[in-house]
């Protein structure tokens, strides 16, 4: 057998640890935890100490937590949002947005700082669902039209981005033609996946068999959920695409029979978020610290200079377009939804792998993207609560992200 070393896991783990002890010691720190965990793991990488390194271990779990984290991700999407006025507004909005996306991708193409200009316009209209949702919970606005808007604008910048990132530059075809082919066939098949499930939900007998073996040591609901994650993953591999889509769409369909039309398990979210937020997660937060080329960066001016131009893209093609939603949420609420629809962190870290792995992206380049996504993920959410922020400091105020 191959010795394998899990001295890095370990000081990531113990990471993954201090880090919520610090907030929970700070309450009012205005930056999330995500951003915390990245910067923890640029500083014990090469990049600075040098104490963990991106071994085979590190690696098999930080992909497992990219996964848990797009499962998740489609967890939190609430289909029954995606429809009505407040979707029809955000949907309009995020037009706007995929245009100055091109525009701004098209920018930075000429003027010879990107290889491939439509992916740096998908990676600029992309926003996080998943910070946005605890900032959201915590100030008491995800149920109020303010914050049901900003996720239902969330949600279809991250749905989108994902599909067109899958469909342009993780598909194995060759030709457009058969891309979308390919991408037609498997959401076909989850289509029917989850039509075949939602059938066997609806039997009696299945419900009692999961509500008997969820509290048990079978975990049948968690089991199950984490299984078809995994095979929704290695179904979208087979077809050409990131697994990164499998595992979303996987968490759509659970979404979907589990929590839709139904009065779902108390403890079921509660389970897999602890899997994912307790641990798999935060070690692919940690490794990607570990693996930002920082010194590359520092080497490179220019790739300095673009780090302030890419979160100022980031808002003119996130943020700008919020200012449609000013007659339905008054003007200032409107500001502090461009704000937070312009933090990106999660989708900006996958596009940028994908990218580098696919020869689109350069080292440098890649590591501006990542740093853009840090301030943004870092600044807006303090800049939006105190747009939010009531008279006595109460109502609005947005505290630190747990995730």
């Keep these: 057998m191959v010795a394998i070393s899990f001295n890095s896991v370990l000081i990531i ?48 779990l930080s992909q497992l937590g990219l996964g848990m984290l797009l499962f998740l991700a489609g967890l939190e999407i609430d289909v029954e949002r995606l429809r009505g006025p407040l979707a029809r507004l955000a949907a309009e909005a ?34 996080s669902a998943g910070l946005l949702l605890p900032l959201l919970k915590d100030a008491g606005e995800a149920d109020t039209e303010f914050g049901q808007l900003v996720m239902t ?117 509660t389970k897999l978020e602890g899997i994912g937020f307790g641990f798999l997660i935060p070690i692919f937060f940690i490794s990607t610290g570990v693996a930002f080329q920082l010194k590359d ?6 790739a300095i200079a673009e780090v302030p131009l890419f979160v100022i893209a980031l808002f003119a093609v996130r943020g700008l377009p919020a200012v449609l939603y000013r007659r339905t949420i008054g003007v200032r609420r409107a500001a502090a939804a461009g704000l937070l629809q312009s933090i990106t962190l999660t989708f900006v870290i996958v596009a940028t792998q994908i990218g580098l792995a696919a020869g689109k992206l350069t080292q440098t380049l890649a ?22 922020r009531g008279p006595a400091g109460k109502p609005g105020d947005l505290p630190t992200s747990p995730g």
């Design 13 to 60: 783990a113990a990471i993954a640890v201090v880090l919520p002890v610090g907030l929970a010691l700070v309450p009012r720190f205005p930056v999330p935890l995500a951003v915390l965990e990245v910067i923890a793991g640029i500083v014990v990488g090469p990049s600075v100490f040098g104490w963990v390194r991106i071994d085979p271990a590190v690696q098999v």
């Design 94 to 127: 995020f037009a706007v947005s995929a245009g100055l996306g091109l525009l701004c991708g098209t920018f930075f193409w000429l003027a010879g700082q990107a290889r491939q200009p439509l992916l740096v316009a998908i990676i600029l209209m992309s926003t």
């Design 153 to 269: 604008a969330a949600a279809l910048a991250e749905l989108v981005p994902i599909m067109l990132l899958s469909l342009f530059f993780s598909a194995a075809a060759k030709t457009t033609g058969d891309q979308l082919v390919s991408l037609a066939i498997f959401l076909v098949v989850v289509v029917l996946i989850g039509v075949t499930l939602a059938g066997v939900r609806r039997l009696n007998r299945v419900d009692r068999m999961l509500d008997y073996l969820s509290d048990r040591s079978g975990q049948l609901r968690v089991r199950a959920a984490l299984t078809l994650a995994l095979g929704c993953g290695v179904l979208a591999y087979r077809f050409g695409f990131a697994s990164i889509l499998g595992a979303f769409a996987a968490g759509l369909l659970v979404k979907v029979v589990e929590f839709t039309g139904r009065e779902p398990n108390p403890l079921f979210k």
């Design 297 to 302: 960066l520092l080497r490179h001016p220019i």
């Design 367 to 388: 590591a501006a993207l990542v740093a853009a996504g840090l301030l943004s993920a870092a600044l807006f959410p303090g800049l939006a609560g105190r747009l939010l």
